[in-house]
C-alpha cells in the first residue's frame, strides 16, 4: 500500500498578479474566474486535485482567495475574512507576487507572519520580465521574508507548474482524503453559473458596475438534455441598471450569450438562461445584505 499524502494549500497574495489564473492551471479546470481587473474573486474557492507519484497517492486541496487589500466596504472585510480562514487551515502556503511587485506588500506580510506553514514564494508572469528583473526580485524576497521556497512561474503560459506540483507534494503531510475522490471542489454548481455570470458582466463592462454587481442564482434545474438557470444581477443605484441594460437591453443580451455559451462549456449540457437586473441600494456596505449573498 502507498501511503496516502493529503492537504491544503492557500493561494494568496495582492490583486491581479495571477492566483486565479495558478489555481485553474493547478486543478486543470477553469474554477476561478479570471479577468485584468482586480478584486474579481471574492470568495475562498476550493479545488480539489487527486493523483499519485511513485511513492504515495495524495489529495491536494487548493483555496484561491481574493486579493489582499485595505477594507473599503464591508464587502471587503467580508473577504478579508475568506483570506483568513484559508491561512488558518493551511499546510502549505503559494504566495503568489508577479514581476510588477512596487515592494508595498506590507499588509500581506503582517498576515504572513502568522502563518506556522512552509511558504512558498511564487514570481509570476515570468513571460514578461528579464533574467535581470526576476534576479532582484529574488534578492529582494530572500531579505524580506525568507521563504522554504521561491519559484519563478508563468501561470498564464504553464510555465514552472510542473515542478511548483512536486514541490507541494513534498510538503504535504501523510493524512487520509478529506474529500470524495470524485469532488472537484467545495462548491454548489449554482455557485459557478453566478461566477460565469459575474465574469461576463467584468468583461463587459467598465469600472465602476462590475464592482457594484453581485448574482445570485435562483434556481438551477437539470433535466436530460437541458439545465434552465434563473439569475438575478443586483446592482447599487438605477443608474447603474440603465448601463447594464444598455439601449434596448443589448448589453446586458450580450453578457447573458458569453454566459451562456460558457456555462454549456463549464456543465457539457445545453443551457437555457433567464437574468433579472434589481436594484439593492448599497448593498456591498451593509451586513445584513451580504449576510444573504453568501458573505
Ligand atoms: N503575462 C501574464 N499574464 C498573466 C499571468 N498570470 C496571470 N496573468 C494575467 O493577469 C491578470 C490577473 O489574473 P488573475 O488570475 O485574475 O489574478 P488574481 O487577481 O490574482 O486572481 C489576468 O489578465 C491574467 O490573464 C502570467 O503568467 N503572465
Ligand atoms: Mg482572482
Redesign the pocket.
Known sequence: MKEHKAGFIS?V????????????QLVGEKL??????????RHRIMGIVNGETEDSEFQLIYS?T??IIKPQYELHSAMMEFVHGSLEDADVVLF?T?IYEKYDEEDVIQKLQKTQSPIILII?????ATPEIIEEKITHWKAVLNPAHIMT?????N?GIEGLLEQVIKLMPVHPPYFPKDELTDKPERFFAAEIIREKIFLNYKKEVPYSCEVVVTAFKESDDIIRVSSEIYVERDTQRAILLGHKGERIKKVGTEARLEMEQFFGKKIFLEQYIKVEQDWRQKRIKLDRFGY
Open positions: 493561494i497574495g495582492k490583486p491581479n498578479v495571477g492566483k486565479s489564473t495558478l489555481m485553474n476561478s474566474i479570471i479577468t485584468s481587473k482586480a478584486q474579481t474573486t484561491d481574493p486579493g503568489v508577479d509570476n508572469k515570468m513571460d514578461l512561474i508563468s501561470a498564464l503560459q510555465i
